[in-house]
């Protein structure tokens, strides 16, 4: 089964508002966790890393500020699009290291409108 | 930084024939090499994966090289399937201990083929 549950799988929103996708790490205590962004027919993008207890880090180009990521605890990473715009429409998708292979989340499917 | 050339963005190919996808990067650092396969609307799925200490791995039709030297990697499916039709994604990773530690960089993809 999924070891890494990501939620929302899909959400549409309207522009202004936020939207927060929640990922979870079930099989194991994970202290660092990645935020990926997919736009259609691209690549994935690291678009900062979670840091349970401490601030995340971002890759550059991407607003803090507007994209939030809170890890709380161990086992739970949230990124919080606020504001969001119609250019914000993306694949976000959460994943971790466990030194001996890589997992991804499902993924989310946000649209704005 | 790193980065990841993946090459070609397409391959079409006819069933029962092999296809190869090849991958250069750039930093020396990285030692960790995944391979994934996306299908539409999913998440990537790991296919096939290599540590630098290796030159080959094999997962029956799938199998990956590595050149450390030459800091290239492939994927070689052979026999392949139309249901092999997918995205494939190659990425590099750098080892414990550096801040990029845990970091996938991808590269761009290639839209694979495989006529019936």
């Known amino acids: 089964g999924a070891v890494v549950s990501q939620h929302p799988s899909w959400v549409i929103c309207k522009s202004g508002t936020s939207v927060k996708i929640e990922c979870r790490s079930l099989?194991?205590?994970?202290?660092?966790m990645f935020w990926y962004r997919q736009f259609p027919k691209q690549s994935l993008m690291l678009m900062a890393t979670?840091?349970?207890?401490?601030?995340?880090?971002?890759e550059q180009g991407v607003e803090k500020d507007k994209f939030l990521i809170n890890h709380a605890s161990l086992t739970l990473s949230t990124l919080t699009v606020t504001s969001a715009h119609p250019e914000d429409s993306s694949f976000y998708i959460c994943?971790?290291?466990?030194?001996?292979?890589?997992?991804f989340g499902s993924g989310t499917r946000l649209t704005v409108v | 930084g790193e980065n990841v050339e993946q090459h070609p963005s397409t391959l079409s190919v006819q069933e029962g024939d092999s296809a190869v996808i090849k991958c250069t990067y750039s930093?020396?650092?990285?030692?960790?090499f995944p391979w994934y396969k996306q299908e539409l609307g999913k998440r990537p799925q790991l296919i096939i994966d290599?540590?630098?200490?290796?030159g080959e791995k094999k997962d029956q039709r799938i199998a990956v090289t590595l050149n450390k030297t030459a800091k290239h990697f492939s994927l070689h499916i052979t026999e392949t399937q139309p249901e092999d039709s997918a995205v494939y994604f190659c990425?590099?990773?750098?080892?414990?201990?550096?801040?990029?530690?845990?970091?996938?960089?991808f590269g761009q993809g290639t839209i694979l083929t495989v006529h019936p």
């Open positions: 994943g971790r290291d466990r030194g001996y292979g890589y997992t």
């Open positions: 099989d194991f205590q994970a202290t660092t």
């Open positions: 979670s840091n349970e207890g401490s601030k995340a880090t971002y």
């Open positions: 930093d020396s650092a990285s030692n960790y």
């Open positions: 290599i540590r630098s200490n290796v």
């Open positions: 990425a590099a990773t750098p080892g414990p201990g550096g801040t990029s530690y845990g970091k996938l960089t």
